[in-house]
């Protein structure tokens, strides 16, 4: 099932399906065919059908994740610790960083955000915070740590779950921060209750970003700031329907591996959260300043220990490593982009 996925036919309605009466955020998927923004719900039989396939392919791709996260989660903690994000590096630097380097430009991926959305000033408004998409829970711990707030991570592994909870309780945060499975576009807590909601490198796995950012936006607080940290393709030139046939292949065979769905650009989510009439939306390209981090990951994956851990770990894994020089190749080549999209929900 999960090696049948067609990641870019997951969400994409064939244009003379797209219905004229859409909102301005649907209208997106219409002008854009492989932008990945949306599942469909329209009348006509045609495209109920499509929406029948999607919602199949959507479970799929869900365990897909789960399944991947469980299996190569230990392996990355093993080698790079509790932060499964790029770091943040200053461009062009050509430093050999030592591992503690690399882990550093990670913790420093959650700093530079937290001052992108301008998070550090409002650091004594902040006092409950939601990871979507958590990982093993690195950044809650540390934005608990930092903020004294409360944090509540959700991921759809449970492997990750119970490990990221076992080490709040190693580090005596239990009282702070807590994880669990659930998904982010059906998230299980009220509206309006969290002051920041904070996605870091998750939203790549969303195969339906319209829901998605709804959902970000229903559960952050009157006034709240969200933060999504994600990999997107470029941005279209206008008039530009789709990417090019190359660059799409070369997105769907990292789609196969690490179970992403079709991608979108960081001008499809402002789009978005201006149809949603938020306040602040400010994004930007760090494609530059994550450029070092996959070499480093590859180099990690050659040594002996690497490799090791590596076969020892799985299937998964394994493809997850060869697939690792394609990122490299689509950022060299401008395909894909390292992006921050934050905005402030209305009082
Ligand atoms: N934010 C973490 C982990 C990033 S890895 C960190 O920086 O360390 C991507 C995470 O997104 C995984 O935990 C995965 O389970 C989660 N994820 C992907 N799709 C999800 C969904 N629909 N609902 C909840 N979590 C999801």
Redesign the pocket.
């Known amino acids: 099932m999960k090696a049948t996925l067609a990641p870019s036919s997951l969400i994409s309605l064939p244009r003379h399906k797209v219905s004229s009466l859409r909102s301005p955020s649907l209208l997106l998927q219409s002008q854009r065919p492989s932008s990945g923004l949306m599942t469909t719900t329209t009348a006509s039989r045609g495209s109920v059908a499509v929406t029948a396939a999607a919602t199949s392919s959507v479970e799929a791709l ?1 365990e897909g ?2 399944e991947f ?1 469980n299996e190569t989660s230990g392996l990355w903690e093993e080698i790079w610790g ?4 790029h770091g943040f590096y200053d461009p062009d630097s050509s430093v050999q960083l030592s591992d503690s380097g690399h882990r550093e430009a990670q913790i420093r991926m959650i700093e530079e955000s937290l001052r992108f959305a301008g998070v550090t000033e409002e650091e004594k408004k902040i006092k409950r915070v939601v ?6 829970g ?2 809650s711990r540390y934005i608990a740590s930092k903020f004294g707030a409360e944090c509540i991570g ?4 449970p492997v ?1 779950a119970k490990r990221a909870n076992d080490l709040a309780a190693a580090q005596s945060l239990s009282h702070k921060v807590s994880f669990q499975v ?4 059906e998230q299980p807590f009220e509206d309006g209750i969290f002051d920041l909601v904070w ?4 939203g790549e ?2 195969p339906d970003k319209a829901k998605f950012v709804k959902e970000l936006v229903r559960v952050a607080a009157p006034g709240g700031r969200i933060i999504i940290v994600t990999w997107c393709h470029r941005n279209l030139s206008p008039g530009e329907e789709a990417l090019q046939p190359w660059e799409q292949n070369l997105l769907d065979r990292i789609c196969k591996t690490f179970y992403l769905p079709a991608w979108c650009s960081t001008s499809d989510y402002v789009d978005l959260l201006q149809s949603l009439s938020l306040q602040d939306i400010k994004c930007a390209d760090w494609s530059e300043n994550v450029a070092p981090f996959w070499p480093a990951v590859i180099r990690t994956a050659l040594t002996w220990k690497g490799l090791v851990s590596l076969l020892r770990s799985g299937m998964k894994s394994i493809k997850g490593a060869l697939t690792m020089p394609l990122m490299i190749e689509g950022y060299k080549k401008g395909v894909i982009k390292f992006g921050i999209i934050t905005c402030q929900k209305p009082l």
């Open positions: 869900r994740i789960a996260y509790d932060h499964m994000h990871d979507v998409g958590c990982g093993i690195g950044s959700i991921t759809l592994s990750q659930a998904d982010a576009l996605s870091m490198e998750s796995h969303m």
